[in-house]
């Protein structure tokens, strides 16, 4: 008080050029202000404790619940902190559309926090940005199409594994059976066979290891704990959870590791059998050449294949094991079920639920059941990927199944590489990258970690077995800068949840309906609103693309791609494998609660974890062929 008195009364002119100058700066903060909020207003969202930010409003088992019941208030762009994050959520079919397509490149980075630099060191597709993501999600996509994707090689590979899947089921000879690790395995082998250019056997330890690995890191991540190290990673050194995420990441890239060396061992650049091979391939030229810039090395080699590995299962898996489930919890699903001509207005009973539809002229609505539609339309042939037009039901049931179940409620976190308005709303750029320093992770560091040297590798596994004399340490620390130093960065959370849950798209968004994927007239009808994985071109009508383009060819067809964007790779496999595994299941069994376990009785809460598995339950599959 005494310096401002001194200021004020005595004013010298010194102390008036500082008043003066201190007044300007006090009417430049506040014009500033004004001008910021009238030009470029922020998002709302509620107002968060110091350090703790919104954490204590947030559910962090269940995050996704949490910002749903906030885009009830705040709207379909709001702004919440998760610690010191500052984190942008996107809700609703049209603005995440808006966000994630009509501004694909302002949206399109990818936020690497600790537990994905503790997976990949930012090497790979998932989590990666710049040149590297560019040039792995490029070879990926071209060795995925080249090795079977969207092709007759596919779906012979999946009819193939639906046999081995069936005998599985019927070992069980209809007693209650847990389908998580059949599927898992299944719908591995898929991505499996592509990948090393061969399948393994449902009961080779290594195989059921790697899978086993995958899966739990998959729930690890989505865990309190790994969400509380990734808002504060100086937590991480006396977090048991994290050290077992490190472990078990140590383990699978050994495995990974040990694998690619056989490969390697036999590798043949005139005979190229699969995804491994290509990038050894491309490794070796881009070493001869001295590329000394090439990213074309072991280390994105690993994560790549750990990429595809762990998405490649858990989507399809889990995916299929709601499906079963929902057969077992609406049987009359799985029965005959007759058509009805309604006239003007009718009421539905094709679950467990009714609803009313009022229409102004006479029309047929079909409810057929899978089961009969299948037997009608297959008899007892396989069904093959043409016959989808021909089984609109069964699509849609299918379809349902992923928007209901909503396995991925979150996107894998974007954040934003340019200033962009949005809705209104100014959004500013965000810094890609960064996570505090944790230490080294390496194979040799890790408590029961495998040991360097010379390994065991399956036999069921296509080439010859042979051990592994590499003994490096693969995974690298890297530096890696606080999150919360760039304080005007913009990381994004698209809430895929809310759109398939999206009360202006979806006639009843909170129950099981196959009719939201099929017309008047039974017929199997796509709409924009259906991402159960992000806003891929699956979604959205290709005219709706304002971007640059990239050609490309799938399957003879021509297609157009959007750079930049992070559409799943392997969507159109898994839609594939999601039809043939299916079909192929519900035409050889019918699926039942276990004895003494009404169909009220089983639980639809999923599971905690980055994706939303069922809870855990068995199921009677009886044959009726």
Not at 10 to 33: A, N
Not at 606 to 617: E, I, K, R
Request: proline content about 5%; hydrophobic content about 40%; overall charge neutral.
């Amino acid at each position: 008080m005494s310096v401002i008195e001194g200021l004020v009364f005595r004013q010298t002119p010194g102390s008036v050029l500082i008043l003066t100058v201190l007044l300007l700066l006090v009417l430049y903060f506040l014009s500033s202000r004004k001008a910021f909020h009238e030009h470029k207003k922020e998002p709302p969202g509620p107002r968060g404790l110091p350090l703790l930010g919104n954490l204590l409003q947030l559910d962090l088992h269940r995050p996704h619940n949490t910002l749903c019941e906030l885009s009830k208030e705040y709207g379909s762009v709001f702004t919440v902190y998760f610690g010191p994050m500052k984190v942008l959520v996107l809700a609703g079919y049209k603005t995440v559309k808006q966000a994630l397509v009509n501004h694909a490149d302002e949206f399109g980075g990818r936020y690497i926090f600790p537990a994905s630099v503790d997976v990949s060191q930012q090497h790979g597709i998932l989590f990666s940005n710049g040149e590297n993501w560019k040039e792995m999600r490029r070879f990926a996509l071209s060795n995925l199409r080249d090795f079977g994707m969207g092709k007759k090689t596919a779906e012979e590979k999946i009819l193939e594994e639906c046999h081995y899947l069936i005998e599985v089921f019927e070992k069980h000879k209809g007693q209650p059976f847990d389908t998580t690790r059949p599927m898992n395995h299944a719908a591995s082998n898929i991505i499996s066979s592509i990948v090393y250019g061969s399948r393994f056997e449902y009961s080779d330890p290594q195989f059921k290891a790697m899978v086993a690995r995958a899966n739990e890191n998959i729930r690890i991540v989505g865990t309190a704990s790994i969400q509380l190290y990734n808002i504060f990673p100086w937590l991480g050194k006396w977090m048991k959870t994290v050290k077992h995420l490190r472990k078990n990441v140590a383990l699978q890239v050994n495995a990974f590791r040990d694998l690619i060396h056989q490969l390697k061992t036999t590798l043949n650049p005139q005979m190229c059998s699969c995804l491994i091979d290509s990038f050894l391939i491309r490794k070796q030229n881009d070493e001869d050449s001295c590329d000394t810039d090439s990213l074309y090395h072991e280390k994105n080699l690993i994560q790549v294949v750990g990429n595809l590995f762990a998405a490649g299962t858990d989507t399809t898996a889990t995916t299929l094991r709601w499906a079963l489930l929902f057969m077992a919890k609406y049987p009359q699903i799985q029965c005959k079920k007759n058509i009805h001509s309604i006239s003007c207005c009718i009421q539905l009973n094709i679950l467990s639920f009714d609803f009313d539809i009022c229409c102004p002229t006479t029309f047929y609505v079909v409810v057929i059941k899978v089961q009969e539609e299948l037997s009608r339309e297959l008899g007892g042939r396989q069904v093959r990927v043409e016959d989808r037009k021909k089984l609109p039901y069964t699509d849609a049931i299918i379809h349902e199944t992923q928007r209901l179940a909503s396995i991925l409620p979150v996107s894998i976190p974007h954040i934003t590489t340019q200033d962009v308005t949005l809705q209104g709303f100014f959004i500013r750029k965000g810094k890609l990258g960064g996570c505090a320093p944790v230490a080294p992770v390496a194979t040799g560091d890790m408590p029961g970690a495998e040991t360097p040297g010379h390994s065991s590798v399956s036999s069921s596994f296509g080439r010859a077995a042979i051990g592994n004399p590499h003994s490096g340490k693969v995974l690298s620390s890297i530096v890696r800068s606080d999150p919360t130093s760039d304080t005007n960065g913009t990381i994004v959370y698209p809430l895929l949840t809310s759109v398939l849950h999206d009360e202006s798209e979806w006639e009843t968004p909170n129950t099981f309906n196959p009719a939201h994927f099929l017309d008047m007239h039974g017929k199997f009808v796509k709409t924009d609103a259906f991402m159960p994985f992000s806003a891929g071109m699956y979604g959205i009508h290709i005219s709706t693309f304002q971007m640059n383009w990239i050609d490309t060819k799938i399957n003879g067809l021509h297609f157009e791609i959007v750079q930049g964007r992070r559409v799943c790779l392997g969507e159109s496999l898994a839609r594939m494998e999601l039809f043939l595994f299916f079909t192929s299941l519900l035409q050889r069994f019918r699926f039942t609660p276990p004895p003494g376990v009404t169909e009220e009785e089983l639980d639809l809460t999923p599971a905690v974890g980055f994706t939303l598995n069922p809870s855990p339950h068995q199921l009677c599959a009886t044959s009726h062929v």
